[in-house]
């Protein structure tokens, strides 16, 4: 199936459509995050300006449209920020990640033999640890950052992808255009980038479509938990951290803080959302079993 009739159709699936447009109000948001929210500091857009130094949080009002989490960080520079954040780590680690896999992968299936047993024992090695007790390791070791985030999402995150492209690249390297493409003398390198990658690369794709909003997940997990992005960053993940100790509002009124945990959750709500979406819809249009 060429792009064209996959973007065309993607268009005209009702489930795509929705995550797509969910997608361009996220990629709108973080173009124009200058303008939407502009910084105290040009030099350190991504800090979270304070409007004071009180522990409570303090609700939505004229001069703060989102209110403020404790620490009296503006909730609403925070979500806006954090929309590049999220797109950083998403597109950084998922695009990283998948390169690898798809390379690790087609290597192995391709030449197959010691290749093949050495780099799927090496992957299995990886898989057999645990996802986001690694990442925090790693994290912890390397210090707290966002580029630090990405480095251990990166490491720990490209084997499915090399599972996955290992099965696709068996299926078709014995088919007649590759055998054609080794009869008329084509190099390794053409016949892998060239014919294989090209005829295998669309479940890879579905994947990381997938992937864009768990790897999104993890990281605002991490600075969930401290050790991701430093305190005050522009962070989804840590604007839910400022709001850990007011999740239960006030004793009669369990919703009085509920701007500092519902509005970074439904940011990172749909931001997941989306991506799924449209992941579901390409499986759909790609699968023929579905069709």
Same mark, same amino acid.
């Given at each position: 199936?060429?792009?064209?009739?996959?973007?065309?159709?993607?268009?005209?699936?009702?489930?795509?459509?929705?995550?797509?447009?969910?997608?361009?109000?996220?990629?709108?948001?973080?173009?124009?995050?200058?303008?939407?929210?502009?910084?105290?500091?040009?030099?350190?857009?991504?800090?979270?300006?304070?409007?004071?130094?009180?522990?409570?949080?303090?609700?939505?009002?004229?001069?703060?449209?989102?209110?403020?989490?404790?620490?009296?960080?503006?909730?609403?520079?925070?979500?806006?920020?954090?929309?590049?954040?999220? $797109?950083? %780590?998403?597109? @950084? +680690?998922?695009?990283?990640?998948?390169?690898? #896999? =798809?390379?690790?992968?087609? /290597? &192995?299936?391709?030449?197959?033999?010691?290749?093949?047993?050495?780099?799927?024992?090496?992957?299995?090695?990886?898989?057999?640890?645990? $996802?986001? %007790?690694?990442? @925090? +390791?790693?994290?912890?070791?390397?210090?707290? #950052? =966002?580029?630090?985030?990405? /480095? &251990?999402?990166?490491?720990?995150?490209?084997?499915?992808?090399?599972?996955?492209?290992?099965?696709?690249?068996?299926?078709?390297?014995?088919?007649?255009?590759?055998?054609?493409?080794?009869?008329?003398?084509?190099?390794?390198?053409?016949?892998?980038?060239?014919?294989?990658?090209?005829?295998?690369?669309?479940?890879?794709?579905?994947?990381?479509?997938?992937?864009?909003?768990?790897?999104?997940?993890?990281?605002?997990?991490?600075?969930?938990?401290?050790?991701?992005?430093?305190?005050?960053?522009?962070?989804?993940?840590?604007?839910?951290?400022?709001?850990?100790?007011?999740?239960?509002?006030?004793?009669?009124?369990?919703?009085?803080?509920?701007?500092?945990?519902?509005?970074?959750?439904?940011?990172?709500?749909?931001?997941?959302?989306?991506?799924?979406?449209?992941?579901?819809?390409?499986?759909?249009?790609?699968?023929?079993?579905?069709?």
């Amino acid at each position: 199936m060429e792009w064209q009739e996959v973007l065309k159709r993607l268009l005209q699936n009702k489930i795509s459509l929705l995550g797509i447009l969910i997608i361009l109000f996220f990629i709108v948001v973080a173009v124009f995050a200058p303008w939407i929210a502009p910084p105290r500091d040009a030099d350190e857009p991504y800090l979270i300006p304070r409007g004071g130094w009180a522990i409570q949080p303090q609700p939505p009002s004229e001069e703060y449209i989102f209110g403020t989490t404790e620490g009296q960080y503006d909730i609403f520079y925070g979500i806006v920020w954090g929309t590049r954040t999220a $797109f950083r %780590i998403g597109l @950084i +680690v998922v695009g990283i990640s998948s390169s690898i #896999g =798809i390379i690790v992968g087609t /290597i &192995a299936a391709y030449y197959g033999g010691w290749i093949d047993e050495v780099i799927m024992r090496i992957t299995d090695v990886f898989m057999s640890i645990p $996802f986001i %007790i690694a990442t @925090i +390791v790693l994290v912890t070791i390397l210090g707290q #950052g =966002i580029t630090n985030v990405m /480095i &251990a999402l990166i490491t720990f995150s490209w084997m499915s992808t090399a599972r996955l492209m290992r099965s696709q690249v068996l299926s078709v390297k014995e088919d007649e255009f590759v055998q054609a493409a080794l009869a008329l003398g084509a190099n390794d390198f053409r016949i892998i980038f060239r014919h294989i990658i090209l005829n295998t690369i669309f479940p890879v794709v579905i994947q990381a479509s997938m992937r864009m909003g768990s790897m999104v997940i993890t990281a605002s997990t991490l600075s969930f938990l401290g050790v991701g992005a430093p305190e005050g960053y522009a962070d989804w993940g840590q604007m839910i951290s400022f709001a850990r100790n007011w999740i239960l509002g006030v004793e009669g009124d369990p919703l009085h803080y509920w701007y500092t945990l519902v509005i970074p959750g439904v940011a990172i709500t749909l931001f997941c959302l989306s991506w799924n979406l449209i992941g579901d819809a390409f499986r759909d249009i790609l699968d023929p079993k579905l069709n």
